[in-house]
């Protein structure tokens, strides 16, 4: 009986793990710090991510991707940069408004994953 018990409450915590990977989580992309703006801000908290070690990281690697391609590298903070100072693109979906992520990617929200 103790070995079901286990069995299932195993089951259960990875039927979880599977269906939270499943649902979506909201962000808004550029929006690095979590503050609820995009703005210089966010550009110098991706680059203490990257270069400051000891610095927190993104809650949200996702939202910290603001070029959306994939990866946080130093192209985020310098497209967020573009955009805010000098008539860049502004970030790809979800942005302004919070959503999930229309692209696949390794990057996520919250959890192990960033």
Sequence with gaps: MKKLLGA???LAFFSGLCVS???GQEFVRGEANGDGMVDLADAVFILN???A???????????????DSGEITISDPVYILLYLYCDGPPPPLPFPAAG??????ELGCGGKDG
């Design 8 to 10: 299932l409450v195993v």
């Design 21 to 23: 990977s499943l649902i």
């Design 49 to 51: 991510a990257i270069f």
């Design 53 to 67: 070690p000891g610095s927190p990281l993104p809650s949200c690697d996702d939202a910290a991707d603001a070029n």
């Design 100 to 105: 999930e992520d229309p692209t696949e990617d």
